[in-house]
């Protein structure tokens, strides 16, 4: 989901509009006309009405104004060209080699409703009902990891696990980060993909599962079925990825990955960009989830179209 300027924002309340608590706007609602009850952040620009309960993000509002324009819009597409890349297939062929098998948790798994952890790291208590997350001490080598399932369609497809504790130096090498489910197929996976539905236009590509809960959380995307975030398993976007959003019938993708993906986002905009509208953002020196509400902010008032990105030095601020 992109935003808008501030000055656009503004222009939306010409009337009336007035500063509020905590760089709120404060107006009319335009749902249900009760005077000075609507306010919509100008940083985050999620809104809510406090007479008729109304709320969402920028993009459900300018939908609701007819003023869909403001965010940009996307060139069409000729989806034909998908057999002249990559060629035409037995009946069933592609189907199925998309599909993932079914795995089990590690023993012993358990579910979380908090961990102290993940508090950490921005996630809130909806986030926990919304992804299975949990633990186990019935397996040693998962002792002190946070442990996320994978699921799609008919169940688990396998689990990434997270240190949760610092790594001192000197065990950088024997600890590792991440210990995922070696038997999962993660180049057939994208985190999140059940949410995709026949609303569902456009999708945001991040690539880690703790920064799609993160923008998940700060774009209130539970609250917009046209949009929805999905993690890919590192800097990597296969070819079957690419085939299970365009069976979804996805239209836009908006590719958001680390800095030290630059080199990875340019070689991969471009292959999504024979398929779908593609722009492109970026974080600098840090993760999604490391970013402070202003930089998550900055990074959707910069996006790129992909030639754009892919013409111009990227130059580390």
């Known amino acids: ?28 609602c335009p749902f249900c006309g009760k005077n000075h009850h609507f306010y919509i952040n100008r940083y985050s620009q999620l809104w809510d009405c406090k007479s008729c309960g109304s709320d969402g993000n920028i993009f459900k509002l300018l939908i609701h104004l007819g003023k869909r324009h403001m965010i940009g819009e996307f060139k069409s597409i000729d989806r034909s060209r998908i057999k002249t890349i990559f060629g035409e297939e ?28 993940l508090k950490t790291r921005k996630l809130i208590p909806q986030n926990f009902k919304d992804n299975v997350i949990g633990i186990t001490n019935l397996k040693p080598s998962l002792k002190d990891y946070v442990i996320f399932s994978v699921n799609e369609s008919d169940g688990c497809k396998g689990y990434v696990a ?34 995709v539905n026949q609303s569902t236009t456009t999708v945001i590509l991040v690539e880690g599962i703790i920064d799609k809960i993160t923008l998940d959380n700060f774009l209130r995307l539970d609250l917009c079925n ?15 990825q690419v085939l299970k959003i365009l069976r979804a019938g996805i ?43 202003e930089e998550i902010v900055q990074i959707f008032e910069n996006l790129k179209n992909t030639r754009d990105f892919n013409r111009k030095t990227v130059i580390k601020l």
């Open 90 to 117: 037995e009946d069933g062929e592609e189907e199925e080699s998309s599909v993932s098998a079914v795995r089990k948790l590690p023993i012993g798994f358990k579910r979380q409703s908090e961990n102290d952890y």
């Open 226 to 240: 046209d949009i929805v975030c999905l993690a890919t398993f590192g800097k990597k976007i296969s070819t079957t």
């Open 251 to 293: 239209e836009n993708v908006i590719l958001v990955f680390d800095y030290d993906a630059i080199k990875q986002m340019k070689k991969f905009s471009l292959e999504l960009d024979k398929f779908f509208n593609v722009k492109v953002g970026y974080t600098f020196n840090k993760d999604i989830n490391e970013s402070s509400n």
């Open 162 to 195: 997270r240190y949760t504790k610092p790594i001192p130096k000197e065990k950088s090498k024997t600890i590792a980060r991440y210990r995922n489910d070696k038997g999962a197929n993660f180049s057939k996976l994208l985190y999140g993909f059940d949410k």
């Open 1 to 28: 989901m992109e935003t808008i300027s501030k000055e656009d924002l503004e222009s939306l309340f010409p009337n009336g509009f007035r500063n509020g608590p905590k760089g709120h706007i404060i107006s009319d």
